[in-house]
């Protein structure tokens, strides 16, 4: 499937989605208050769950380009230096 044909069936399933939000909106308003609560926690944790994944790529693609080579030694440094200071 060439990227053009990936990319129209892309843009038509987040336009569908989109038809969607002003009767999640309606729906959330019709909610006891009492639900809301919950309502805000899964809209929370779907949130975090974005925010992790954004940062898992950052780091995937930082040790990708060698940023963390020294990590490891950098570590034993401080490890080494913590031990000195508390003797």
Known sequence: MS???VSDIMNAQLATLEH???ELHKLID???AEDLE???RLL?????????KDVREG????WAAGKYARLDELIREVRSDLK???A
Request: aromatic letters at 8%; zero cysteines; glycine letters at 0%.
């Open 84 to 86: 000195l200071r508390a």
């Open 20 to 22: 969607k939000r002003p």
């Open 38 to 40: 919950l309502v805000e």
């Open 3 to 5: 990227e053009m044909v």
């Open 59 to 62: 780091f995937t693609a930082d």
């Open 30 to 32: 019709a909610l006891p």
């Open 44 to 52: 929370a944790r779907l949130e975090m769950d974005r925010l992790w």
